[in-house]
């Protein structure tokens, strides 16, 4: 973090409870460091009975914005002015921008970290290829899935333990998007050119993701939202029998990239260096 601040440092941080484990103080700290930022990013250990009276203190307390993690997205989503369309659509805000009359813009840069991600991972893919699978129908799902859909994917094969929620994502998302049972999940991998866990099947704490890749053919991309081991099981899987992957960090690290570009002003890079020195701050927790 920047040791040198002035009096008109710009300041941002990340709201969330618990926060202690948020990777987001270190990945910007990074940057403010590396671009000479006269500004600071904190964690903000925010209640859920506080978040909505926390969120509009950002601009009285002089803040250019704060990001906004578990549990206050959906909250998020309903405490600010404006939310960009694919907040609405997603129905989250992750990024929030204090504009210059005080009041609150929310983005949520998830599917572009997403997008982002996969484009600088994989040389030959784009969504128009072919089908994509994903598997889960959380938040971060939604996410994946409006920025596929909005990337030209001619279908989604979307695989989710919860039927009726998955089909409450596909009515918001909208786009090619075609529900298939768990029981189904080995059966949607045929013909297709992208496979992503959206689940928390493979993290760890949580059970493997029970999956065999048989049917997937040898030049689907696979990706994990997990980063926690950063190579799952799925990954791992994937790559023994030669499918490109590409793991769920740099996800992380890119949807940081607009609220930094908003809040201090430089448009950040993901790089080599800085992923890293990331990952070195996960292999520090307890
Ligand atoms: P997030 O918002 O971070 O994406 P979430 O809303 O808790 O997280 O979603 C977790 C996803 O993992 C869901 O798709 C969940 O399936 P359900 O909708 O059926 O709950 C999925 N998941 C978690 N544990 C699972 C398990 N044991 N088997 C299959 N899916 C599981």
């Known amino acids: 973090m920047n040791t040198t601040l002035s009096g008109k440092a710009k300041l941002a941080g990340v709201m969330g409870w618990p ?67 694919e907040a609405r659509r997603i129905g989250a805000v992750n990024t929030i921008v204090v504009r210059a009359d005080g009041s609150l813009m929310g983005w949520n840069s998830d599917g572009f970290g997403f997008m982002e991600n996969l484009k600088a991972g994989l040389a030959e893919w784009n969504p128009g290829l072919g089908p994509a699978v994903v598997l889960g129908a959380g938040g971060a799902a939604r996410a994946v899935c409006a920025a596929l859909v909005d990337g030209g994917v001619p279908e989604l094969r979307l695989v989710n333990r919860t039927a009726s929620r998955a089909e409450a994502l596909a009515a918001d998302i909208g786009g090619p998007i075609e529900v298939v049972s768990w029981a189904e999940r080995e ?53 023994a029998r030669g499918n490109p992957t590409v793991d769920g960090l740099g996800m992380l690290l890119h949807q940081a990239r607009p609220g930094f570009a908003a809040w201090f002003g430089v448009e950040p890079e993901v790089t080599d260096e800085m992923r890293t020195f990331v990952l070195a701050g996960m292999e520090d927790q307890d």
Request: no cysteine; glycine share 8%; charged share 20%.
């Open 187 to 239: 059966s949607a991998l045929d013909g297709a050119r992208l496979l992503t866990n959206t689940t928390t099947l493979g993290m760890a704490g949580s059970p493997p993701l029970d999956l065999a890749l048989e049917r997937l053919p040898p030049e689907a991309a696979v990706t994990d939202i997990v980063y926690a081991p950063l190579r799952t099981p799925l990954l791992v899987a994937a790559a």
């Open 19 to 85: 926060i202690g484990h948020s990777l987001s103080p270190r990945l910007h700290g990074y940057w403010l460091r590396q671009y000479a930022v006269d500004g600071a990013y904190v964690p903000l250990a925010v209640r859920r009975e506080d978040f909505a009276g926390a969120v509009r203190m950002l601009p009285r307390l002089g803040f250019a914005g704060a990001n906004v993690t578990v549990p206050h997205k959906e909250a998020a989503l309903a405490a600010v002015d404006e939310a960009a369309g």
